[in-house]
């Protein structure tokens, strides 16, 4: 019987894991299983993979925690075991009381069956009498928007409308610990808004929630602390900007790795099906005076060198520059035409150079696609360039702690009102 904690006594975390460990064993054969069934201690027919190793943390009510990591770092494996869905080898995970998951929003719900009878369903497995949930369906038909679609089988609707139905009967029903897998915002932008008002909600009301994403916006705005997973073992728990910071130096570290050598990332990068008439010679990064440089810092100038080789004398073509995130969210663009340069008749070889005086990016490694174009528009949206390297430069910006974070640097300083 749990009793109410004294002012003396401190309260009892919702969540206590200590030195949990994970460990799956593979089997090349259900045949190899039995073997080493049989023959007892000493044989060994399986490999093993240690998924999560020395896990340890308390949650109490009204807090939540976000789990960052590279992928295959163990967070998925954790929810689970918080979920009660998969059982750890070693180590101990308690939680006291009611668990909800969105682990994936799909999953559970009969498609032969209508929205309302789905609800129905999820209530008896749930252990929810008739009376909560008639006095929960309204709220959650209206959270999740499907109106008189919800009297429909659930294999009419979209994947948005899936979502947002298990969404909203996630964050509904009777839970005192939400795990969510990479789905906190789902559907259009007013759902995503609605949504995040919904767990702030929770959250004061004192329900906790553990989130595991790769969206550094989502785990900014719900969590006030972090647990940082390296290869499922802890690398760093604290408040969010310090294990953000951490997490950002490996994700940089690991995409070094990767595209040191690529040659699509060194400048040589292989046009996909294009007009051809006008070639991109190569693309060169450089300094403000004019020396090609690696890094760059924020706020500094950037040029861009495009060298060009004309097969045939080409009217008016247009050179455009695109930056994208390592995510592939596209940041910036701009092309001669906005920039008013009219390049006339090129013919044979030359270069163009687009200058960013500012390049008010924080730190982070950005990619470039460099196209030639025999137009503006029409063949930007039929995707017929003369030539185009799709995001084939990396674009290394460097900032330090004064410049602040996020992705877009503003000039700014603080100080006293006097």
Not at 50 to 60: C, D, N, R, V
Not at 259 to 271: F, I, K, S, Y
Request: charged content about 25%; glycine content about 12%; some cysteine.
């Amino acid at each position: 019987m749990e009793t109410s904690p004294t002012s003396s006594e401190p309260a009892r975390p919702l969540v206590r894991v200590q030195d949990l460990l994970k460990v799956y064993r593979f089997y090349a054969s259900p045949l190899a299983r039995v073997r080493e069934l049989v023959a007892g201690r000493g044989a060994r027919y399986h490999r093993e993979h240690t998924a999560l190793e020395g896990i340890s943390f308390e949650l109490g009510r009204g807090e939540a925690l976000g789990l960052l990591g590279l992928n295959g770092s163990g967070k998925s494996t954790l929810l689970r075991i918080l979920s009660g869905v998969t059982r750890p080898t070693s180590g101990s995970c308690e939680v006291a009381g009611r668990v909800s998951t969105l682990l994936d929003l799909a999953a559970g719900f009969n498609l032969d069956l209508s929205g309302h009878q789905n609800l129905d369903l999820a209530a008896m497995l749930l252990g929810l009498g008739s009376d909560a949930l008639e006095r929960l369906r309204p709220r959650i038909v209206e959270f999740s928007g499907l109106g008189e679609a919800m009297d429909d089988p659930v294999r009419t609707y979209s994947s948005g409308m899936v979502m947002r139905l298990g969404f909203a009967l996630a964050v509904h029903v009777p839970f005192d610990l939400l795990l969510i897998d990479e789905v906190l915002l789902v559907g259009d932008e007013v759902f995503q808004r609605q949504s995040l008002r919904r767990i702030r909600e929770l959250l004061a009301d004192g329900k906790s929630i553990v989130l595991a994403s790769h969206s550094l916006g989502d785990l900014t705005a719900v969590c006030t602390k972090l647990l940082l997973l390296e290869r499922g073992r802890p690398a760093l728990a604290g408040p969010t900007g310090e294990v953000i910071q951490r997490y950002l130096e490996s994700a940089e570290r690991q995409a070094r790795r990767i595209t040191e050598g690529d040659r699509l990332l060194q400048g040589t990068a292989v046009p996909q099906e294009t007009l051809g008439k006008l070639r991109i010679a190569g693309v060169d990064l450089l300094d403000g005076a004019g020396r090609p440089a690696e890094e760059f810092a924020s706020g500094g100038p950037v040029r861009v060198r495009i060298r060009y080789r004309a097969e045939e004398p080409v009217e008016e073509p247009i050179f455009r520059v695109q930056i994208f995130r390592n995510d592939g969210l596209w940041l910036a663009g701009t092309n001669t035409a906005r920039g008013e340069l009219a390049l006339g008749r090129v013919e044979g070889e030359g270069a163009v150079i687009l200058e960013y005086t500012s390049l008010n990016l924080l730190d982070g490694d950005y990619f470039l696609s460099v196209g030639a174009w025999p137009d503006e528009y029409p063949s930007y949206l039929a995707r017929r360039p003369f030539d185009l390297h799709d995001r084939a430069y990396v674009l290394r910006v460097r900032s330090g702690r004064p410049e602040g974070g996020g992705i877009v640097f503003s000039p700014h300083r603080w100080r006293l009102e006097e």
